[in-house]
């Protein structure tokens, strides 16, 4: 028989540095959770991708026992590392910065990405991280 499941956390954390400060260690300590068994799991499994943002989800059932899942880094963090910047316009519309991402980066990005987004078409994936882009105040070739 499953395990009842208690709650869904989602948390957004550097890969290969989660510590139990916050927002790990109130999220899942409310919960009942061993935090350093999770930090040391989740470091261990992302520690590959490290310079990235890692979402987890993590499921806790009644037992106070926990599976997590990670998927890929947010959109933003990937057109941000495709450029080698550190993050997008403060301001997107009045200013926009200097890079600009071509096509076949947004491509890239989409068909990495397409398993987490809500479509499995690479064209409608693509202009997911065209609005993305433009959110940030970067031009698309």
Known sequence: MAKKVKTIIRLQIPAGKATPAPPVGPALGQHGINIMAFCKEYNERT??????????????????????????????????????VEKGSGTPGNENLEDKISKDKIYEIARSKVKDLNTTDIDKAASIV?????SMGIDVE
Do not use: N, W
């Not at 989800?57 to 933003?76: A, C, G, L, N, Q």
């Not at 065209?130 to 433009?134: D, H, L, P, V």
């Open 47 to 84: 520690v590959s991708q490290e310079g990235f943002i890692i979402p987890a989800e993590i499921t806790v059932y009644v037992d106070r026992s926990f599976s997590f899942v990670t998927k890929m880094p947010p959109v933003s963090d990937l057109i941000c590392h495709a450029l080698g």
């Open 130 to 134: 065209i609005g993305t882009a433009r």
